[in-house]
């Protein structure tokens, strides 16, 4: 059964567990948006584009999530079902996309482990291909 919540900072609409947007004023669905840099699905809230994956994760888990990862679980990034998303630091969601042989995503702070500053003491990072990419450390 499909659950809506209202969007916080948006409260004339509401997002549902199964990771549709409507407009709670005409009860129409938002049609998302395929982001073509980083393939997820997207919605225009009064100007300005949400990530569908983090308005469900944001309505329906508990707590302050500021700063950390939304995880698609089964690594379909246009899957936005309540059950296919969890939250996680940078650094489990690039180990599960590694694993998993999904692309890696680009981010600031990631490097390949073999320009990372701890390669040479760090086991984990020194036991990697040099195209692991490793969210603790930076180019020298």
């Known amino acids: 059964m499909e659950k809506w919540i209202t969007i916080r900072e948006h409260p004339n609409y509401e997002v549902s567990n199964r990771g549709n947007v409507r407009n709670k004023r005409n009860g129409y669905i938002l049609k998302p948006q395929l982001n073509r840099k980083d393939g997820y699905h997207r919605v ?12 469900v994760a944001d309505a329906f888990f508990d707590g302050e999530h500021q700063g950390i990862d939304v995880n698609h679980i089964d690594g379909n990034r246009l899957n936005n079902d309540l059950t296919n998303l969890e939250w996680c630091t940078r650094k489990e969601n690039i180990k599960h996309a590694y694993i998993n ?22 086991d984990f990072c020194a036991s990697r291909p040099d195209d ?5 450390g930076e180019k020298r």
């Open 44 to 55: 225009s809230l009064n100007g300005k584009h949400y990530y569908i994956h983090r308005l």
């Open 101 to 122: 042989g999904l692309k890696y995503p680009t981010v600031v702070r990631v490097v390949r482990c073999k320009f990372c500053i701890h390669r040479n003491e760090n």
């Open 132 to 136: 692991f990419f490793c969210s603790d």
